[in-house]
């Protein structure tokens, strides 16, 4: 049976798309190989796609290790042999012992890598991740960028976000658009860990924010917002549009210096309760500027008493 499956195994490889290797002859000869048995339309596979190829990266600077994907209803044999009743399904196959090793654990990287090294011989490697973007701590690195760089992206996001706790993965949006914008550099400050002198410079009162620099001036999108309830996401569409040169929409502005953007930051106008907030509420508006009777009025109108 075993050799019937290897059998089989060596077929479909050699006729079906390999999903993150460059020949099919690196299947062939692969002493390991790591299948990831989807099917389309599945939201687990969907979901696990983005450690999938992660994983693949890290692992790529290992020879003797090939990762595969197996659509499973398409090929319903191969995965009736493998017997995977459910997707994802991920199994190691040892090509030199002809065994296959079955992944039971929950699907999180260190269980991933876990069973990766006790069916096999390969190692880790995070480095072999190179990232298409810098990460900036300070507003002397970024300095230093400018120095060098006509054009510079800031993303001011939050790392425990659900968007980016997964920055580092090579099919993240922002990665993918990096890489199609060679004439920019991208960078990416975290808020809720560092970064707070850039803040501080450009007036963020709200993140995720974008801040593009360039030799016009600057570009800014929900840097400045007060309604976290509207302006709490940026998507990979947000971000395409603040980088095409045709005409703005409403939540992007635009500045010829620094100076403009802290005038139109200083003058502009808040109602009842909302504070100004310029660079994470670094503002000038005190409770004692406030009208107490407008306040609770305003307080009145947004609870509809």
């Known amino acids: ?38 099917t ?42 493998f017997r995977v009743t459910s997707f994802p399904t991920i199994k190691l196959y040892d090509a030199h012992q002809k065994k296959i090793a079955h992944f039971r654990e929950t699907r999180t990287l260190p269980n991933l890598q876990k069973f990766i090294a006790e069916f096999s011989s390969a190692t880790p490697n995070d480095a072999t991740i190179e990232l298409p973007f810098e990460i900036l701590s300070s507003a002397n690195q970024l300095d230093q960028l400018l120095l060098k760089q006509d054009n510079v992206l800031i993303a001011i996001v939050s790392k425990s976000s659900p968007e980016w706790s997964n920055y580092y993965y090579p099919n993240h949006f922002y990665s993918q658009v990096a890489q199609s914008h060679p004439n920019i550099t991208f960078t990416v400050v975290f808020a809720d860990e ?76 808040y109602e009842g309760h909302k504070q100004i907030k310029r660079g994470m509420n670094v503002g000038k508006l ?18 509809e008493l």
Not at 8 to 37: D, G
Not at 45 to 57: E, I, Q
Request: aromatic share 12%; net charge negative.
């Open 1 to 38: 049976m075993r050799e019937l499956i290897l059998w089989l195994l060596w077929i479909h490889l050699a006729c079906s798309k390999i999903a993150e290797v460059s020949s099919i002859n690196e299947i062939l000869e692969s002493h390991y190989t790591l299948l990831y048995f989807y």
């Open 194 to 269: 560092t970064g707070g002198d850039i803040l501080e410079r450009y007036q963020v009162s709200n993140f995720p924010s974008l801040i593009l620099i360039s030799e016009s001036g600057l570009k800014t999108f929900n840097s400045f917002s007060t309604n976290a309830l509207t302006n709490n996401k940026l998507e990979e569409e947000d971000l395409n549009d603040f980088l095409k040169d045709t005409k703005e929409r409403q939540d992007f502005h635009s500045f010829k210096s620094l100076e403009d953007l802290e005038a139109h930051v200083s003058s502009g106008s």
């Open 40 to 81: 389309p339309g599945c939201v687990y596979c969907n979901g696990f796609d983005a450690d999938f190829v992660y994983l693949n990266g890290i692992y790529d600077h290992n020879d003797d290790l090939t990762f595969a994907k197996i659509n499973g209803h398409r090929d319903k044999q191969l995965a009736e042999l």
């Open 286 to 303: 005190t409770r004692e500027s406030v009208d107490m009777d407008s306040e609770y009025e305003e307080l009145l109108r947004h609870i």
